[in-house]
């Protein structure tokens, strides 16, 4: 819809509208019944204003701002109350506004020749606006002076200098002056130019040619400025930017570097390194008249080149050098570090440490090695002493080992048959005072029987090679196996034992259950000796990935100040009170680094007079390895089994002879052995009649284990009979042997006729 346009208006139009650089638009204001603005018509537009809406004449004559932009007012109503105070006669606004279409910067001035009517002349200034945006975005965050400056012209038009109009936080600082006493200032002021020089020509260049320059350049006896610089300037469409980058300090750096190459050659020259240099390319090689001297030889005595010092090399180590310097080798590696032999003028070799690092072209191509070579003929010298130390050490480790082994055979030999005798005597007819005598024997037996384990075991903790098996450790029978060995001690003392497994808890873990027992079961045997009166409680539960057994007594407890000294090997907390218990303290010094061993950790809370609570934490494992069965607590009557046979082989006369009339009373037959190859042989004439075969591990001649070969190789009974190893050795020492012969079970001396008759019930 065409609207009127007065003929005052119309005259202005039909002269400015014909400019192609302005936008031009004639707005009608739309009043509503309470006459208040509501929108406006577009009564008029040149093709530029069309253009800038992205619209053709005919789209935008005749048409509202709501209709061309719906939703506009609604979002920005202070667009609306601008119009509008701007409808009056003589009203006027300059400034820049975006477009409501494009978002583009335009410098615009409105004004109302008459009521109701708004003229809008519009100009692009998205790119001037964007440069300078660009530049003070730039500039601001640059860590280089950046300043802008406009030309100054005299009186003919010619450039004699160049105005500052904008700086950087940078610039300030390097000038030493705030933004507001520079501005304005001429370029030759600043930058101490002579307006007559060729420098300032330099600048006019790039403004009028459009061509940037670089140039570094050096500023003395000025307090702020002092110091090398590289500027560089190009050309904006108002005038010229120059950034400058304060490089003193890079220049600095360089002559350090030089100053350093100069003392490194000195240093070379003074040290007693010897260096080498080689051209990748040229397959030249330098030699350093030290590392000619290192050898015994004077400069002149060796050639620089590659086949000299080939024939210097040791002969075993001269691949590692061809190696080295090879093209494929060298495009790999980045540094070149070995140990090699170097024959001397007088015959003998050096340790040589020879180091190196590649150097590379800018295309990343290997172009140079060079290196040092250090005589480290003592070090290797020292090496080789301690490494034949480490292996004599070693050796009398290995030989204490044996001896010990040894040792512990001989002493638990006789103590076990010292404990055999004693067993098989109180089952004869005794008198009331020699049934005290006996008990007497047997207590004593049994404290010499258990100190010597402690001792044992306390040197082979120390050995770093110590084994800790992982086997399926069924807790059930575990517990049940303890509280066999238990309930006896605690009825005897008139105290509970009480047992709580957490419902959380697995049925098995991995672990060593020998090792287990043995903690437990020293925790349990303490808490039962240092309690009088109450109970002794062994509780299983579980914390995050670990199995955590206690032990909580109601005992006479551990002063605080105590704790850490309990742990240690030869303590108790105190003598005077607890000598009666008798014992040297070596339990839970043992109990400790077996937990340690284990991964895991044993701590302790007790106060005096309240009880201890001992905790064993171990981390969860699984595996289904078998487990070799071990001895049970036998709590019965001795079995009757007179249907069983029974070899039994032992070197000892005394020991062969006590296992034989245990097995007896049980109705059983036996048979003695009193050496391996005897006992081959007997199981060979008959097989089928040997139910069980009770074999001592360490026999002169044919030992245990060889003898559980021969009878495993002997047909299919030899395959299928139950051998029992009978041995001083602990049964963590012989495991793993017993497991790869083939032995089924184990009996360690001194036993119990108890011990021996559980495993007999166990395999029979």
Same mark, same amino acid.
């Given at each position: ?13 039909s002269v400015l509208g014909k400019a192609k650089s302005v936008r031009l638009f004639l707005l009608k204001i739309l009043r509503d019944g309470d006459d208040q603005v509501f929108d406006w018509k577009f009564a008029y537009c040149n093709e530029g204003a069309a253009e800038s809406l992205n619209l053709s004449l005919h789209q935008v004559i005749g048409r509202t701002f709501r209709e061309i ?16 105070s701007l409808a009056a006669k003589g009203s006027e606004w300059k400034g820049t506004l975006p477009s409501s279409a494009s978002g583009k910067p335009y410098d615009c001035t409105l004004f109302s020749p008459l009521d109701d009517w708004v003229v809008s002349i519009t100009q692009d200034m998205s790119s001037e606006i964007k440069q300078k945006d660009i530049y003070r975005q730039a500039a601001l965050i640059s860590t280089e002076s950046i300043y802008y400056f406009e030309p100054f012209y005299n009186s003919k038009k010619d450039i004699i200098d160049f105005t500052l109009t904008e700086v950087n936080p940078a610039g300030e600082l390097e000038l030493a002056q705030s933004k507001e006493t520079i ?10 130019? %002579? #307006? ?21 350049? @050096? ?17 904006? #469409? ?5 950034? /400058?980058?304060?490089?003193?300090? $890079? ?25 080498? /240099? ?38 075993? %180590? ?10 494929? /080798? ?38 140079? +090695? ?23 050490? !070693? ?8 001896? $010990? ?5 001989? +002493?638990?030999?006789? $103590?076990?048959?010292?404990?055999? +005798? ?39 903790? %120390? ?8 086997? @399926? ?32 808890? #697995?049925?098995?873990? $991995? ?50 100040? &105590? ?9 108790? !907390? ?12 070596? *339990? ?9 061993? +284990? ?35 036998? =709590? ?31 109705? &059983? ?6 050496? *391996?190859?005897?006992?081959? =042989? ?24 060889? =003898? ?44 119990? #006729? ?11």
């Amino acid at each position: 819809m065409v609207i009127e346009i007065p003929n005052e208006i119309d005259s202005f139009l039909s002269v400015l509208g014909k400019a192609k650089s302005v936008r031009l638009f004639l707005l009608k204001i739309l009043r509503d019944g309470d006459d208040q603005v509501f929108d406006w018509k577009f009564a008029y537009c040149n093709e530029g204003a069309a253009e800038s809406l992205n619209l053709s004449l005919h789209q935008v004559i005749g048409r509202t701002f709501r209709e061309i932009h719906p939703g506009v007012l609604e979002r920005k109503p202070d667009l609306l109350n601008f119009i509008s105070s701007l409808a009056a006669k003589g009203s006027e606004w300059k400034g820049t506004l975006p477009s409501s279409a494009s978002g583009k910067p335009y410098d615009c001035t409105l004004f109302s020749p008459l009521d109701d009517w708004v003229v809008s002349i519009t100009q692009d200034m998205s790119s001037e606006i964007k440069q300078k945006d660009i530049y003070r975005q730039a500039a601001l965050i640059s860590t280089e002076s950046i300043y802008y400056f406009e030309p100054f012209y005299n009186s003919k038009k010619d450039i004699i200098d160049f105005t500052l109009t904008e700086v950087n936080p940078a610039g300030e600082l390097e000038l030493a002056q705030s933004k507001e006493t520079i501005i304005g200032k001429g370029l030759c002021e600043l930058f101490h130019i %002579d #307006p007559k020089s060729e420098f300032l020509n330099d600048y006019k260049n790039v403004f009028i040619n459009g061509r940037p320059f670089q140039k570094e350049y @050096t500023v003395q006896n000025d307090d702020s400025l002092s110091g090398t610089y590289f500027q560089h300037v190009t050309s904006l #469409p108002e005038g010229i930017l120059i950034a /400058n980058r304060n490089i003193t300090e $890079l220049r600095k750096v360089e002559q350090e570097i030089r100053s350093q190459k100069e003392e490194l050659e000195q240093t070379y020259q003074a040290s007693n390194d010897g260096y080498w /240099n080689y051209d990748v390319k040229s397959r030249k090689l330098f030699l350093s008249r030290r590392w000619k001297n290192m050898l015994g030889y004077e400069d002149h005595e060796i050639i620089n080149d590659l086949r000299s010092l080939l024939r210097l090399v040791h002969p075993e %180590d001269s691949h590692i050098i061809a190696s080295s310097i090879s093209k494929e /080798n060298l495009e790999k590696i980045v540094r070149f570090n070995e140990i090699l032999r170097f024959r001397k003028k007088d015959g003998n070799y050096l340790y040589i440490q020879s180091r190196a690092i590649v150097l590379r072209s800018e295309n990343g191509e290997p172009i140079r +090695m060079v290196g040092t070579h250090t005589d480290i003929t003592s070090i290797k010298e020292t090496e080789n002493a301690l490494a034949l130390a480490k292996e004599k050490a !070693e050796a009398a480790d290995r030989a204490k080992s044996e001896f $010990l082994g040894m040792i512990s055979h001989e +002493m638990r030999t006789p $103590l076990h048959g010292i404990a055999g +005798m004693a067993n098989l005597l109180e089952q004869t007819s005794l008198d009331r005072s020699q049934r005290e005598f006996l008990k007497d024997l047997v207590s004593s037996t049994d404290i010499l029987t258990q100190l010597i384990d402690d001792l044992l075991e306390v040197i082979t903790l %120390d050995n770093p090679k110590i084994k800790i098996r992982e086997e @399926t450790v069924d807790l059930s029978a575990m517990l049940t196996h303890l509280s066999g060995l238990i309930l006896p001690k605690t009825a005897a003392k008139g105290l509970e034992f009480n047992l709580k497994t957490e419902a959380n808890v #697995p049925t098995s873990i $991995l672990g060593d259950r020998f090792r287990i027992e043995q903690i437990l079961l020293n925790f349990i045997t303490n808490s039962i000796k240092f309690t009088e009166v109450g109970s002794v409680d062994l509780r299983l539960a579980l914390e995050e990935t670990s199995i955590v057994f206690k032990v909580i007594d109601t005992g006479i407890g551990i002063s605080k100040d &105590a704790y850490e000294r309990i742990f240690e090997a030869f303590h108790q !907390e105190d003598l005077a009170y607890t000598r009666k218990y008798k014992g040297v303290g070596l *339990g839970l010094y043992i109990c400790k680094k077996l937990a340690e061993k +284990m991964g895991g950790v044993i701590n302790l809370d007790s106060e005096q007079n309240q009880g201890s609570t001992f905790t064993l934490k171990l981390p969860l494992r699984i595996s289904d390895r078998p487990a070799i069965v071990e001895t049970k607590a036998f =709590t019965k009557e001795i079995p009757k089994l007179p249907f069983l046979k029974a070899l039994v082989v032992d070197d000892n006369e005394i020991n062969c002879k006590i296992l034989s009339k245990l097995v007896e009373k049980t109705g &059983a037959k036996t048979v003695l052995s009193y050496g *391996g190859e005897d006992a081959v =042989t007997r199981f060979k004439a008959d097989p089928k009649s040997f139910n069980i075969i009770f074999l001592d591990l360490q026999m002169p001649g044919m030992d245990g284990y060889q =003898t559980a070969d021969a009878i495993r190789a002997a047909g299919e009974f030899g395959r299928s009979v139950d051998i029992i190893a009978v041995t001083a050795s602990s049964f963590s020492e012989t495991y793993m042997e017993c497991v790869e012969h083939r032995i089924t079970g184990f009996l360690g001396k001194p036993y119990n #006729p108890e011990q021996l008759y559980s495993i007999l019930e166990k395999f029979l």
